[in-house]
């Protein structure tokens, strides 16, 4: 069974840090891509990343480009998005998906409807 955990949200000042972290079970991480997509209130969901531990792609929307960064820890069915500088604008919840794709090359990443599987969601707010 496909599931993906994400952990990790909460509240932070504008221009401080979080790391999310996304658990999968059901698949490996070399199977398939991980997107990281988030919804800020009153809005449609956004993808901001993607991940294709494959060949080691990362990509980033340029809304987050050179302050998030994502990553595969030393546990293998974890990705991690790390966020740094952040804004009162990056407040969302936070999502990790998976579509049934090994690359992220193969798919439009940015499109909601390309992901087959997703996590819960993290909340996390940016406020002073």
């Known amino acids: 069974q496909v599931q993906l955990v994400e952990s990790g949200g909460g509240l932070v000042q504008p221009g401080g840090s979080l790391r999310l972290s996304c658990t999968v079970s059901g698949f490996t991480l070399d199977a398939y891509a991980i997107g990281w997509i988030r919804q800020a209130p009153g809005k449609e969901r956004e993808g901001i990343g993607c991940?294709?531990?494959?060949?080691?792609?990362?990509h980033y929307a340029d809304s987050v480009k050179g302050r998030f960064t994502i990553s595969r820890d030393n546990d293998k069915n974890t990705v991690s998005l790390q966020m740094t500088n952040l804004k009162p604008e990056d407040t969302a919840v936070y999502y990790c998906?998976?579509?049934?794709?090994?690359?992220?090359?193969?798919?439009?990443?940015?499109?909601?409807?390309?992901?087959?599987?997703w996590g819960q969601g993290t909340q996390v707010t940016v406020s002073s």
């Open positions: 998906a998976t579509p049934n794709y090994m690359y992220c090359s193969d798919y439009v990443w940015t499109q909601i409807a390309d992901y087959d599987y």
């Open positions: 991940f294709s531990a494959a060949d080691g792609a990362k």
